[in-house]
């Protein structure tokens, strides 16, 4: 279906349509937001005396949502010029405007009264064709349905999106009955090329499939709380992490999204599906109908399973609540001899078997939580989805695991889970027992580079579809693995196009990581035709490994230190200067080292959620792998005849100096550290690798040649030197930075001046580099940048001394 969306209709502004409107202005669409009028003037509009015909009025509700949420943390837009892509309105006035739109999306109230009739109002004028979609979370399409016309209803849908809609990936299709097959494979493949979603296909049942496991599996371990004894604190620490799940693992969670939110579609999966064999279940129990009786919702209310409250001297304490006294007590904190196990473990996959095998509490938990899962997903087929891997999905992309049950089934072993099953008392679904019988043991495979499922009706494993715009590393590295040492594996992409997987805690970037850096350059540059640097752990990489940088401080190895601080820029400029074409693939957090690694490929494809930027000054340091030397490169790029120089520069130095790192891929283009023209943004997180080897590809068969050393960076010597120092020197008698600071601010300052050269002069990148490399050092004999290196292994946390 040839379909083009450039603007998209959004009804309702709440905290839901806001954010959907805001995700759509990310990736380009024009965007008109809608809402009712108010039903009278407040004090301020009384005030000024303004009528209800007033425009400002009359649009308060829709601009003071948006407003709200363009102000919240995290942000729902990429970049705050992009909110200009939103036009907002009321649906007296403006309703009509939906004729020119490409598709409506109704995320209004949940009430079917209400949305019948905002469907009413929107066929008056609504172009026949025109997608319309609702983000119900429960209501059944069939009565949302009823009184339409019939090219309403063929192309009619929900499209389900998890808040906050930027940040979580699930976006739930539902066709109606009477749904076009090209409306929803439309659907479908703009979620995930377009949102950057992980679109799931489900079925018109209560709750659809997220909500139907997810609520289940947090209804199920409320109800498992109490009879095994556990506290708060213990549960959220073995549903964190661990088992990977998000750190606010499962109380944290209802705290941030709202007891009331979650009792509100258990409620609606008891009421709604009365023969399901967990039916009871989703009854609240006692703990909770005391909480919601009280209004301690969690967050919004101020508390909830936690509570925080401040001590006589006003330092802040995390209370937690007894689910026995229903009284906020001291935190305390979990520890358990199943999980000290698991700490040397790094693959969460190979933890599963460790944990249900536990003999304490932990391992008793893990059995009756795991079990009780499989339990209840294995009879959701064919009720809520036909394949299993739906399930999966649905439960990793809207609820952050990084397993999806069926997956979390086969690390344990289906057999061994079926046993675990029975000894709980569970039944074994018929289907699972065949697929046993026919021999076939996994619910996964993989094969030739894709992933395979077990599929029921045919008893044999299927492939996934939807894999050709991906690469999914997991799935080749074993097959097309050509080098490797602990700390990277050098792939083989095909076409000629290798990747450098960094594997090392972190991905950080030790000796390890650097040696096979320069080894796949040699392998790239004599046998291949270009390079990539991805992989898909859960930051690209959070910098240089500043552990070992530490010891050799303290053991005052000065010699080794220059020696792998050089060894690091020679590496970066092989980046830029290499036969062949290099291009980073950041995602998530890429700081310091991960930072400057991109500024020195010749390309970037960055996922849209990179967090990106220099943080070196947070550890005492300028940043050392030529991220200095660099930025100071681009600045002189962006002189112009009769510019105030300076002032480029400084908001180079600023950034820096700031230690600012990007809320998003796209505002790292305001910061220098993204080149317009040059580097690219790609919203879906799974088709990075792909689109970067494409890019390697491109730039190999275009006839890439190595570029020329450059030698033309324009530095301003003294005149740049003595603003930069007498700034630093405001800034510390104001007592905006310490003293420490300052002294860090002025080697960057040295280095970005280029020194104190006399007047401006045209200088080459290698001696900046050695600038640069000379201030690192001379940082590294500070017991202050110690103090700060030690703060920050120890707590992850930044040392202001």
Known sequence: MKRRIKKVAVIGSGIMGSGIACHFANIGAEVLLLDIIPRELNDKEKAKGLSMENPAVRNRIVNDNLTAALKSNPSPIYNKKFADRISTG????????????????????????????????????????????????????????????????????????????????????????????????????????????????????????GNRIGIFGIQSLFHQVKEIGLTVEEVDKLTGPVIGRPKSATFRTVDVVGLDTLVHVANGIYENCPNDEAHDLFKLPEFIQTMMDNKWLGSKSGQGFYKKVKDKDGKSNILSLDLDSMEYTESKKAKFATLELTKTVDVVADRFSILVDGKDKAGEFYRKNFTALFAYVQNRIPEISDELYRIDDAMKAGFGWQHGPFEIWDAIGVEKGVELMKAEGKKPAKWVIEMLENDSKSFY?????????????????????????????????????????????????????????????????????????NKAIDLAEKEYQGLVVGNQGANFSVGANIGMIFMMAVEQEYDELNFAIKTFQDTMMRMRYSAIPTVSAPHGMTLGGGCELSLHADKVVAAAETYIGLVEFGVGVIPGGGGSKEMTLRASDLFRKDDVELNVLREHF????????????????????????????????????????????????????????????????????????????????????????????????????????????????????DLEREAFLSLCTERKTLERIQHMLKTGKPLRN
């Open 90 to 209: 009321n649906l007296e006035d403006d309703l009509s405007k939906i004729k020119d739109v490409d598709w409506v999306i109704e995320v209004v109230v949940e009430r079917l009264d209400i949305k019948k009739s905002v469907f009413e109002k929107i066929e008056k004028y609504r172009k026949p064709g025109t997608l319309i979609t609702s983000n119900t979370s429960g209501i059944p399409i069939h009565f949302m349905n009823e009184g339409r016309s019939q090219d309403f209803q063929e192309h009619f849908a929900v499209t389900h999106f998890f808040n906050p809609p930027r940040y979580l990936k699930l976006f739930e299709v539902v066709p109606g009955p009477n749904c076009k097959q090209e409306v929803t494979d439309l659907l479908m493949a703009y979620g995930e090329k377009f949102l950057g979603k992980t679109s799931v296909l489900a079925k018109d049942t209560p709750a659809f499939i």
């Open 654 to 769: 600023l950034n820096i100096g700031m230690a600012k790192v990007s809320t998003s891929a796209h505002e790292a283009f305001d910061l220098n550290i993204l080149q317009k023209g040059k580097d690219v943004v790609v919203v879906n997180n799974n088709r990075l690798i792909a689109e970067a080897k494409k890019h390697a590809l491109l730039m190999a068969e275009a006839g890439y040649t190595q570029p020329p050393k450059r030698k033309d960076i324009k530095v301003l010597g003294k005149q740049a030197l003595g603003m930069f120092l007498v700034g630093t020197d405001s800034m510390n008698a104001g007592n905006y930075i310490s003293e420490h600071d300052m002294k860090i601010a002025n080697k960057l300052a040295y280095v970005m001046a280029g020194g104190d050269l006399s007047e401006a002069t045209q200088v080459t990148e290698q001696y900046l580099l």
């Open 445 to 517: 495979t993989i094969n030739d580079g894709a992933t395979y499922y077990y599929d029921i009706p045919t008893k044999k494993q299927t492939k996934k579809p939807g894999q050709d715009a991906f690469i999914i590393l997991d799935n080749i590295r074993e097959s097309k693995e050509v080098w490797k040492n602990s700390g990277v594996v050098v792939e083989d992409l095909g076409d000629g196009i290798l990747n450098v997987e960094f594997r090392s805690k972190m991905n950080t970037l030790g000796g390890d990581v650097i040696a096979g850096l």
